[in-house]
């Protein structure tokens, strides 16, 4: 509806797992990193873990355009699956034509692609989102996946990601031997607050509107207070403050548009009143307080030290 208005070529804040808009914070480069070593370096198992919205969809997808050709992947959406069709998920994933519909018949073909891949040099790997809600014995399965190996390597790597439960949930005893099997573990924590300035600019130069419109710095200090630094809702947030600011054709999302957009998002129930985050933007303050109170201490000491010295001493006279 705006993009026009405001010179862009696409919306710069939709909430779909677009990779294109991905912006890489250290901590968004760290976990494409070590998924990244994780199927490299043939390591079997790796878990990835962060809260609702913190990107981690759109780094899985993110890291599947980036995988050498040799890697052949599977990406499981909907993981409410029994442990069945999880393994027919995987193996229709991969094109293969198994004959019959047993368990084991789907193991053995899933078996003699993986053994063909290594012999070629290449691997395979399968990543399932949403795994917290993969019922304990569909996560069995998922271990018993682990041992198609050969006596070196692993054939199979398997990425587990999920919302914080995933960590509860493998921590149930009858998971214990999944749980000791992931090697690597990575929690996606939200932005902080120059990671916020910069993911908001890096999604408007994607969208062409790098230099047609502007979120001023009490702006952005808005955005995430009530995002708290979590992706999604920084997109949702500035979405609604574009739409805002076009009803008032204005291509600077000030302070006062910023507020009406949060004050209408409150208002559908997106956001929460007085949700603030973790490490509040008045934290860069600090230090200037700090000093302040340096100087008064300081102040405080030269006007009263004489006094003081002069008590002390008139004490010692007496004495």
Same mark, same amino acid.
């Given at each position: 509806?705006?993009?026009?208005?405001?010179?862009?070529?696409?919306?710069?804040?939709?909430?779909?797992? $677009?990779?294109?808009?991905?912006?890489? =914070?250290?901590?968004?480069?760290?976990?494409?990193?070590?998924?990244?070593?994780?199927?490299?370096?043939?390591?079997?198992?790796?878990?990835?873990?962060?809260?609702?919205?913190?990107? !981690?969809?759109?780094?899985?997808?993110?890291?599947?355009?980036?995988?050498?050709?040799?890697? /052949?992947?599977? @990406?499981?959406?909907?993981?409410?699956?029994?442990?069945?069709?999880?393994?027919?998920?995987?193996?229709?994933?991969?094109? @293969?034509?198994?004959?019959?519909?047993?368990? !084991?018949?789907? @193991?053995?073909?899933?078996?003699?692609?993986?053994?063909?891949?290594?012999? *070629?040099?290449?691997?395979?790997?399968?990543?399932?989102? /949403?795994?917290?809600?993969? =019922?304990?014995?569909?996560?069995?399965?998922?271990?018993?996946?682990?041992?198609?190996?050969?006596?070196?390597?692993?054939?199979?790597?398997?990425?587990?990601?999920?919302?914080?439960?995933?960590?509860?949930?493998?921590?149930?005893? *009858?998971?214990?031997?999944l749980n000791q099997r992931i090697i690597i573990r990575y929690h996606?924590?939200?932005? $902080?607050?120059? /990671?916020? $300035?910069?993911?908001?600019?890096?999604?408007?130069?994607?969208?062409?509107?790098?230099?047609?419109?502007?979120?001023?710095?009490?702006?952005?200090?808005?955005?995430?207070?009530?995002? #708290?630094?979590?992706?999604?809702?920084?997109?949702?947030? #500035?979405?609604?403050? @574009?739409?805002?600011?076009?009803?008032?054709?204005?291509?600077?999302?000030?302070?006062?548009?910023?507020? !009406?957009?949060?004050?209408?998002?409150?208002?559908?129930?997106?956001?929460?009143?007085?949700?603030?985050?973790?490490?509040?933007a008045y934290a860069r303050y600090i230090p200037h307080i700090a000093?302040?109170?340096?100087?008064?201490?300081?102040?405080?000491?030269?006007?009263?030290?004489?006094?003081?010295?002069?008590?002390?001493?008139?004490?010692?006279?007496?004495?």
């Amino acid at each position: 509806m705006y993009e026009k208005f405001f010179f862009l070529t696409e919306k710069p804040f939709h909430v779909t797992p $677009d990779p294109r808009f991905l912006y890489l =914070s250290k901590k968004h480069s760290e976990a494409i990193d070590l998924m990244s070593f994780g199927i490299t370096g043939r390591k079997g198992f790796t878990m990835l873990t962060g809260e609702v919205g913190t990107g !981690k969809t759109t780094l899985c997808r993110a890291l599947l355009e980036k995988l050498p050709k040799k890697i /052949e992947s599977a @990406l499981i959406l909907n993981p409410v699956l029994s442990d069945h069709e999880l393994l027919q998920t995987i193996t229709g994933d991969f094109g @293969l034509n198994v004959e019959g519909s047993t368990v !084991k018949a789907h @193991l053995d073909k899933l078996n003699e692609f993986l053994l063909k891949k290594a012999t *070629e040099g290449g691997g395979a790997v399968v990543i399932i989102d /949403e795994a917290q809600n993969l =019922s304990p014995k569909t996560l069995e399965m998922v271990r018993l996946l682990s041992n198609l190996e050969t006596e070196k390597e692993k054939l199979l790597q398997i990425i587990l990601v999920g919302q914080p439960e995933l960590k509860e949930k493998l921590g149930l005893p *009858e998971l214990r031997q999944l749980n000791q099997r992931i090697i690597i573990r990575y929690h996606l924590d939200p932005l $902080d607050y120059s /990671e916020t $300035d910069a993911y908001i600019k890096n999604r408007l130069k994607i969208a062409g509107g790098a230099d047609t419109v502007s979120f001023p710095s009490d702006s952005i200090i808005e955005v995430y207070k009530r995002s #708290c630094g979590i992706p999604r809702m920084i997109n949702i947030i #500035c979405d609604r403050a @574009l739409t805002a600011a076009f009803v008032d054709s204005k291509r600077v999302i000030d302070l006062k548009i910023m507020r !009406k957009a949060l004050d209408e998002l409150e208002g559908d129930g997106y956001i929460r009143p007085q949700k603030m985050s973790p490490i509040p933007a008045y934290a860069r303050y600090i230090p200037h307080i700090a000093f302040s109170a340096f100087l008064i201490a300081l102040l405080a000491g030269i006007l009263l030290g004489p006094l003081v010295l002069s008590l002390a001493a008139g004490t010692i006279g007496a004495n």
